[in-house]
């Protein structure tokens, strides 16, 4: 099954106008190392990928949302979200800095969905059990209630909306997906969530590298990620 597509225009709820400024913040020249180092390190924890892959946009576009929203800098010990929302707090009106401040507030993880409805996708986070309201106005072909994503959910006017950056995981890999949840909660409280995210990243790429290996044998969490 191919991966989920949103289909349509920009929903008029859309993040977009102020995430682009975030984006031309956290690109500029003197941070281009920085965000190098992201990139290396990014590579480093969900596989690496080429132009010529099918998954490669819309790994580029998660490495964004890692690099704007996750990564903390080792320069400034802030995240380019953060960094940009303090800068602008002060000059900006409260409608504006409240959008930046979203940036900084984002949910990431492992989603199940619940319900398919119109204009809103329930969604439940495998870690914590919580749920929640998507609000999304474009068609999703190809998503099913049941099916596991790797998404990002952005508190944007009341809402919560996804971000740019997907990763579907196959309907025969969500047992194996739930069940190492399970096992990690119970015996690695340690581990964060986040360390699954990037592992089940990985398995996913592989999906479209190695297309000979079944499903389940890529999805084996006894077995070490290539």
Request: charged share 30%.
């Amino acid at each position: 099954m191919a991966p989920p597509n949103m289909t349509s225009s920009l929903s008029p709820l859309s993040y977009q106008p102020y995430l682009d400024q975030l984006i031309a913040f956290g690109s500029a020249e003197s941070r281009k190392e920085d965000l190098l180092q992201a990139k290396a390190e990014y590579f480093r924890l969900t596989g690496e990928v080429f132009e010529d892959d099918k998954l490669f946009e819309l790994r580029m576009a998660s490495f964004l949302d890692f690099y704007l929203y996750d990564r903390v800098s080792p320069l400034t010990n802030k995240t380019p979200a953060t960094e940009f929302y303090e800068q602008r707090l002060a000059g900006s009106a409260p409608e504006e800095a409240n959008a930046f401040r979203s940036f900084t507030e984002t949910v990431h993880g492992l989603f199940e969905v619940r319900k398919l409805g119109k204009g809103e996708v329930r969604l439940r986070e495998l870690y914590s059990g919580k749920d929640f309201d998507v609000t999304e106005r474009r068609h999703v072909a190809g998503l099913e209630t049941g099916d596991i994503i790797e998404a990002r959910l952005i508190p944007f006017g009341g809402h919560l909306l996804f971000s740019s950056a997907f990763c579907y995981h196959p309907r025969m890999a969500v047992k194996a997906i739930k069940a190492e949840v399970k096992r990690r909660k119970k015996k690695e409280p340690d581990r964060t969530p986040n360390e699954l995210v990037w592992e089940c990243a990985r398995r996913a790429l592989n999906m479209e590298r190695y297309r000979q290996l079944a499903v389940e044998k890529i999805y084996d969490f006894e077995q070490k990620v290539l």
